[in-house]
């Protein structure tokens, strides 16, 4: 009997695990990365604090370049279960 508890309260554990993961996830922030603005090559994240480059939202970066995201933080979709939101570009 005490296995039956042991099981049931791990689903039950389990089950708020996932709960959890999808109302964080919905309002989570996008994917940032410091970048120049001018070439799209991947900065150190210090460089946008000292005003030399800028955050890129989203996207995805190839051979130290990014691309398919936004300068625009308002214009990344963000990800999540249920989530709506805006394609970015």
């Excluded at 791990?10 to 070439?39: N, Q, W």
């Excluded at 190839?62 to 394609?87: L, P, Q, Y």
Aim: proline share 3%; charged share 25%.
């Amino acid at each position: 009997m005490a296995t039956r508890r042991l099981r049931s309260s791990t689903v039950v554990l389990g089950g708020m695990g996932v709960l959890a993961a999808m109302i964080t996830s919905c309002g989570s922030e996008p994917d940032k990365r410091c970048v120049d603005p001018l070439t799209r090559d991947k900065l150190p994240s210090y460089e946008c604090k000292n005003g030399k480059g800028s955050y890129y939202y989203g996207g995805s970066s190839k051979n130290g370049k990014v691309e398919g995201g936004s300068f625009d933080k308002s214009a990344v979709e963000r990800g999540g279960f249920g989530c709506s939101g805006t394609g970015g570009g």
